[in-house]
């Protein structure tokens, strides 16, 4: 909208200028005597006072752009400061982003390591199992049974399956009833 306004003050500043060459030409035709016609010069006057009015209406026009015009590059200016703000936030954004990507990788390798070396001496089919729950419940392929809840879905265990579960053996592998998640058994598990 800038660029066209800035068009448009030009051409109406050419007009003013055509204008103003010609009521200046008429008027040196007039002072040197060069029409000495009556009629003609009545007319050459006419047309002066024609001239007149067209070069105060093109000025009025003119100071219409240049409002226009100023009001325009206002906002542009204005626009500009904000997209100027939206990119710095957005650089900072994303410069935050990466940071937090990379404490993100860095923690999952760290517990990546800690996963395998947990993983060292664990029976295959029990590892096979656990890696098929882990693909099927979002990741999750056992549960910490605390306070006699399965944190894996979050459900209470009731008293007769946290019996079983309290005379089996340590080293048995016990599944939740409800999201067949394993179960590990903890001190705090309520048993």
């Known amino acids: 909208m800038v660029d066209d306004l800035v068009v448009e003050q030009r051409k109406v500043d050419a ?14 035709r007039m002072d040197q005597g060069l029409i000495t016609n009556p009629k003609d010069l ?14 105060t209406s093109l000025e009025d ?6 409002a226009r015009l100023e009001d325009a590059q ?7 400061a904000q997209v100027a703000e939206a990119d710095e936030r957005l650089a900072a ?3 935050a982003r990466d940071e937090k990507l990379a404490e993100i990788d860095a923690a999952l390798t760290e517990v990546a390591a800690e996963r395998s070396t947990a993983a060292e001496g664990m029976p295959e089919d029990l590892m096979a199992l656990y890696e098929k729950l882990r693909a099927q419940k979002g ?6 049974l605390h306070q006699r809840r399965c944190t894996g879905c979050q459900l209470g265990i009731d008293a007769a ?31």
């Open 42 to 55: 009545e007319r050459m006057q006419h047309e002066l006072q024609s001239l007149e009015r067209r070069i």
């Open 93 to 95: 954004l994303a410069t």
């Open 15 to 28: 007009d003013v200028e055509q204008v103003k060459a010609r009521r200046v030409r008429d008027r040196d």
């Open 61 to 66: 026009d003119e100071l219409e752009v240049m």
């Open 161 to 191: 399956e946290l019996g079983v579960i309290k005379k089996a053996p340590s080293d048995e592998v016990i599944r939740c009833e409800e999201c067949s998640r394993i179960l590990v058994r903890t001190s705090e598990s309520g048993l």
């Open 139 to 144: 990741g999750v392929g056992a549960a910490a």
């Open 74 to 80: 206002r906002n542009l200016d204005t626009l500009t």
